[in-house]
Every structure is written in C-alpha cells, then in structure tokens.
C-alpha cells in the first residue's frame, strides 16, 4: 500500500512523517505495543537514511524521490537550526564568561576601595586625634601667652608708678 508524504503536526510545532508519528504514538502506547513501536521506529530511521530519487519501503508505506528530497531538506533546514543553536549556545557561554570575568574585576575593584577607604578612614582618624591635641596644646599655650602678657603688663604699670611715685617724692638718680 502507497502513501502519499503527509507531515503531521505535533503538539510542539514540528512535523513529523507518518511513520515517525505511528512510532511516537506507539512509544507512548502500553508496553504490549514495544515491539511494534521499535520496528516502525526502525523503518522511520531507514527512511531517512536512504539516497535521494530511491523509493523507500517500510511497514505499510513507500516515499516517492519528491517526498524524499522533502524529508532530506527539512533534514537539513534541521541541522542548520541545530548549528545556528550550538552556535549561539557558544556565544552566550563567552558572553556569559565575559561578564563572569567583569563582575570578578569590578569585585576586586571594590575590594581594593574597600581596603582604601578603611586606611583612609584609619588615617582621618589619627589626623583628628592629633589636632585635638594640638588644640588642647594651643588653648594652653594661649592661656600661657595671657598670663605673660599680663605680667608684663603689671610689670609696666608698677614701673609707671613707680616713676611717678619717684619723681613726687623728688628722688633723682645720681648724677
């Protein structure tokens, strides 16, 4: 019995020959139906497998040379979707490994300003504690400064009086 080439769709969008519709079917079906299953499974992998303008038979159906130059171009368009894939399957592991090694690069980049930012916060530390007490020191040293200042001002003012007094009392220096 002859069969014309009539894809079927599957639930996914392929198509599928008959044959391999029947052995997908079959595999499905309980396990009294393996046997059968394997064997159209078997003729679906001969079908494909055969030269192009060669009649192929199987259990039940034959492929005219068109139906088989169908199934050798879908065969291809297959293979050319499956290396446009692997394909991009290979670009997105470099970009993948790409971004891997930036996200590594900005993590020690941020470690390092880690580190940065504690000495400097160590360093900024250490400088204000050191001019604390350069204040405290300046606040005492300027407090030294008044009281010198006010000495030598009480020092002046007695010195005044005292020649004031001096002259009053008419002492002269010898001559």
């Known amino acids: 019995m002859q069969q014309l080439l009539c894809l079927v769709p599957t639930p996914r969008g392929c198509c599928r020959l008959p044959a391999q519709h029947t052995a997908a079917r079959n595999a499905t079906s309980s396990s009294t ?7 159209s499974s ?4 001969a079908a494909a497998a055969t030269a192009p ?11 005219s040379g068109a139906a088989q130059d169908q199934l ?3 065969q291809r368009l297959q293979d050319e979707l499956t290396g446009e894939l692997l394909d991009m ?4 592991k470099a970009s993948t490994l790409a971004m891997q090694s930036a996200i590594r690069f900005r993590g020690k980049l941020l470690d390092d300003a880690e580190v940065s930012l ?6 900024a530390q250490l400088v204000a504690a050191k001019a604390k007490q350069q204040h405290r020191q ?4 300027f407090c030294k400064v008044l009281l010198l200042l006010l000495v030598v001002a009480v020092v002046f003012s007695f010195m005044v009086v005292w ?7 008419g002492l002269k220096g010898r001559k």
Request: no cysteine; proline share 2%.
């Open 138 to 141: 300046a606040s005492w040293n």
């Open 42 to 45: 078997i003729a679906a992998a």
């Open 53 to 63: 303008g060669q009649q192929q038979e199987g259990p039940g159906f034959s492929l």
């Open 72 to 74: 050798q171009v879908q």
């Open 118 to 123: 504690v000495h400097s916060t160590t360093n």
């Open 33 to 39: 139906n393996k046997q059968d299953s394997s064997q």
């Open 89 to 92: 399957t290979q670009e997105l």
């Open 163 to 169: 020649i004031k007094l001096t002259s009053m009392v």
